[in-house]
């Protein structure tokens, strides 16, 4: 087997058993069997007028590697009722950061609604 054919095999995963990928996957994202976590699940913007920005809410990211992680918060436009797109309603502070290992970064959003009645679940 020549060495390209090596490169091309799969990567074994730790443990193959189905039962625990899955059980990995619904794992909430403030677990702290996660290497990066989150300290909430949900933020609360509160009432936000159509046309106007919330206060920015926190969210603290934790990175329990031994290495640096670097987030990137995309957030792509979205589509209006109208079907138009339009700048997404969540606005980040800092898009891209990158977290020393073993530390924990605040990570800063607020919420724009670009029409009435605008709600997120």
Do not use: R
């Not at 090596?6 to 193959?16: F, V």
């Not at 677990?31 to 933020?43: G, I, P, Q």
């Amino acid at each position: 087997m020549d060495e390209e054919e090596k490169l091309n095999l799969e990567i074994p995963i730790d443990d193959p058993n189905q039962v625990v990928l899955h059980k990995e996957m619904m794992l909430e994202s403030t677990s702290l069997k996660w290497e990066v976590w989150f300290d909430t699940e949900n933020l609360d913007f509160n009432f936000c007028d159509y046309g106007w920005a919330s206060e920015f809410k926190e969210i603290h990211v934790c990175n329990d590697y031994p290495f640096s992680v670097k987030i990137n918060w995309i957030t792509n436009e979205v589509e209006n009722s109208l079907g138009n797109l339009v700048s997404n309603p969540f606005i980040f502070k800092e898009t891209e950061v990158e977290i020393p290992a073993n530390s924990t970064h605040v990570a800063l959003v607020k919420f724009k609604p670009y029409e009435p009645n605008f709600y997120f679940f």
